[in-house]
């Protein structure tokens, strides 16, 4: 209950945001990811999409685009997001972070784990959100995930 609380707040003071600076694309990220944690994959989709619009250089905002349309059912849609990333990826870097997180929307686990592993061997930056990011709670559990969580360098 705290943390729906916390979103709706959160959610607001972006809309806030929105109005004070309505083509910065982060608060649109940061509105994508609480849409996304409270299950609003619709909308999160939309400011997912906004944010990219603003700052197509950015693969974050992909992600989330694709981990909620693959929350949401629409497999395809996230499938045809996700190899638009492993084609960029031959282009230019894209955080293996990045494309882990879809893999994991999409249920397949030891493909998300296997990116996250290349997160880890490329010191991707973004593996310092592994212990608090909320997309990765369905593999908390396993012994892959715990060990990664222990050469990234988090406490037991």
Partial sequence: ??????LFLEIYSLQKTF?????????????ASAY???????????????????????T???SIVGYALA???KRDEARAVLDELLKLSTERFVP??????IYNGLGETDKATAWLEKGYEQRDPKMAFLKVEPKWNNLR????FQDLLRRVGFPQ
């Fill in 1 to 6: 209950m705290l943390i729906s609380k916390i």
């Fill in 36 to 58: 996304t944690e409270k299950g609003m994959y619709r909308e999160a989709v939309v400011e997912a999409r906004r944010a990219k619009e603003l700052s197509p250089v950015l």
């Fill in 141 to 144: 559990d396993d012994p892959r």
């Fill in 60 to 62: 974050v905002s992909v």
């Fill in 19 to 31: 109005e004070l600076a309505p083509n910065f694309w982060f608060p649109h990220l940061f509105a």
């Fill in 96 to 101: 293996p972070y990045h494309i882990a997180v």
């Fill in 71 to 73: 929350k949401s059912g």
